[in-house]
């Protein structure tokens, strides 16, 4: 009798784990959310030991030398979609620096922007990001916090002689099941109403505005299918449609005084 009741109670107990996976499947929100829950839990003793993430770039930046005379280095600065950008591919030669980190929010990014931009001596500095603050990666953020952030960065690499180049929030879709749960977590009008700010920031304050979402979207406002398998971090076509965009920028950005 014993045995038998504890058969019952674990057939109970897969039955319901049964129901709230069916559960969980027939509501993407909830699944999107969950997925976020889990990636903070995993993430939360590397932030609890170094929010900002300063080791993951501190022996490579303690053996970068210094910009040799003539050289114009150029940053990236990013969360996964710069950390994923191989930039000696699309940018032969160039002594451009990838300093993108995935998942990461423009408060973890200004905690790394001295050791990871500004000791680096760049002419440029290309900032990529948002989309993880959107989606609430470090917790929820208001749009007045992440211009906040931004205008920060700005300030502290215009204080130390580094151009700035700030990119544009890139769309997302939800074409796949895959990508429905980064889209699920980034309001399409958060996107454009950071895009817009970044855009009318750029131009009050004489920075460059890097517009790939422009490039980038569908005629239903989201995230061009063939540029990434995940409805967010752009492929290598995404990548191809980015290059030459930075590459004008910079060069624009080159210019000013």
Partial sequence: MFLRSR?????????????????QQADPAAAAKQNLEEY??????????????????????????APAAGENRVVFMGDSITDGWHLEESFPAKPYVNRGIGGQTTPQMLIRFRPDVIELQPKVVVILAGTN??????????????EGNYASMA???????IRVVFSSVLPVNNYTPRAELFFLLRSQDKILQL???LKDYC??????????????VDEKGLLKRDLAEDGLHPNKAGYAIMAPLAEAAIAKAMEKK
């Fill in 133 to 146: 603050d959107i989606a609430g990666n470090t917790g929820p953020m208001r749009l007045e916090d992440i």
């Fill in 7 to 23: 058969f019952v109670t674990a057939g109970l107990f897969a039955a319901a784990l049964l129901q709230a996976a069916s559960a």
């Fill in 155 to 161: 300030e502290l690499a215009r204080g130390h002689g």
């Fill in 203 to 216: 131009a009050s304050n004489g920075y460059v505005y890097l517009d790939y979402f422009s490039a980038m």
């Fill in 40 to 65: 903070r839990s995993k993430k939360t003793p590397v932030w609890m030991s170094d929010f900002g993430e300063l080791g993951r770039y501190r022996a490579a930046n303690a053996s970068l030398p």
């Fill in 195 to 197: 895009n817009h700010w």
